[in-house]
């Protein structure tokens, strides 16, 4: 399962090419120098020989496929540069002993015993002879498995760009279709005429509120990633609208941790969900609501935690997803910027429904600018 997940066929294919570009450059190089007399070589190409030549080349790219997936692993999982620096300097140490067992098997077999593989005096005079050629092999091959990764993480960043570029149009489009579609505005508007006879400032306020909201959403309307400060500038201008249209049957109860200001989350991510407690947390049986935000950092993760004591979920989250809740364009997008590195849950616990979302901490350049 290990091997199937970080083994790239590409990668195997141009590997399996560079050792056989060498062996064939190595061949050449001898038959040349033979052919011209500068040094006398017997470098008859039969028997043994050639055994000794396919048992390397065999033996170098198993051994650089097997490195090339560990190098793949330290890659995903964003491995300490230390950890990858000694692993290098060590593990060539083996490629040595790794090609002698292949071109060893057919005796080990047929003796069945590891004699050949024996630590002797020609063993290890062999050893300290190759070990430099084996180093500087490794490190070639090393050096184009590196390059691969790099130059095909270019080919995703481009790729990924231009999804999330697709993607948040689409959302801004369904933000103002949808999310904050006619019907909400229908009721807003509606809202605000209600209240002109008996409170012309609140419904002044009201206005003001979603002249604001809608403003800041276009204005980042091209951002994949906007600062906190500037998505908690749109909830707490959505949290307004929605206390003074719903007044005493709606409470919101905000517990977010100072110092978050300038930690980038996705642009538009926290309104819906608090759209969505609202619009799915009325019931007949719940016509007081209460809705609970909780934002904190832990370690190296942001959590947005966030509850209603409304209507209880019916189905799970993947249910949820395909039933047109609203939800799946915030799934889409987390999928999207942060891959396998986030969670997104709903759930019920404790007469509360929960919406649960982590993801990996990530500063603004005005942040680090400013700690430099």
Do not use: C
């Not at 209507?311 to 047109?324: A, C, F, H, R």
């Amino acid at each position: 399962m290990f091997f199937k997940k970080y083994t790239d066929l590409k990668l195997i294919l141009i590997i399996v090419i560079v050792q056989l570009t060498l062996n064939l450059y190595d061949v050449f190089q001898r038959s040349f120098i033979t052919k011209r007399g500068v040094l006398k070589l017997n470098y008859d190409l039969q028997g043994e020989e050639i055994f000794g030549k396919l048992a390397e080349f065999i033996g170098v790219i198993i051994y650089m496929v097997i490195v090339s997936v560990i190098v793949n692993f330290f890659i995903k999982k964003r491995t300490s540069i230390w950890i990858v620096s000694i692993f290098h300097l060590i593990i060539p140490i083996t490629l040595p002993q790794f090609t002698w067992t292949i071109y060893h098997i057919p005796e080990i077999i047929r003796e069945k015993s590891l004699k050949s593989l024996e630590f002797t005096d020609f063993y290890i005079s062999r050893y300290v002879l190759h070990i430099k050629y084996y180093y500087t092999l490794y490190f070639l091959i090393l050096g184009i498995i590196y390059l691969y990764f790099y130059f095909k993480k270019i080919q995703e960043n481009k790729i990924q760009t231009a999804r999330l570029q697709a993607q948040l149009s689409d959302t801004k489009l369904k933000f103002l279709q949808s999310q904050i579609h006619p019907h909400f505005l229908f009721n807003t508007l509606n809202s605000v005429y209600s209240l002109m006879d008996i409170d012309s400032s609140k419904s002044k306020d009201m206005v003001i509120s979603l002249s604001d909201l809608l403003r800041n959403v276009l204005d980042k309307k091209d951002q994949n990633l906007i600062e906190f400060q500037e998505e908690l500038f749109i909830l707490k201008k959505y949290i307004h609208i929605n206390e003074m249209r719903f007044s005493d049957n709606l409470k919101f109860h905000i517990n977010i941790e100072t110092g978050l200001d300038n930690i980038l989350i996705p642009n538009m991510l926290i309104q819906p969900i608090v759209e969505n407690a609202i619009k799915h947390g009325y019931s007949e049986e719940h016509i007081i609501l209460e809705v609970f935000v909780n934002i904190y950092k832990k370690l190296d993760t942001l959590f947005i935690i966030i509850e209603n004591n409304g209507k209880k979920l019916d189905s799970n989250l993947s249910s949820l997803l395909k039933k047109g809740h609203g939800l799946s364009n915030i799934k889409d997008r987390l999928q999207t910027l942060y891959e396998e590195n986030h969670q997104f849950e709903m759930f019920n616990k404790n007469n509360h429904v929960v919406t649960s979302i982590t993801f990996p901490v990530q500063l603004s350049i005005s942040k680090i600018e400013n700690d430099l």
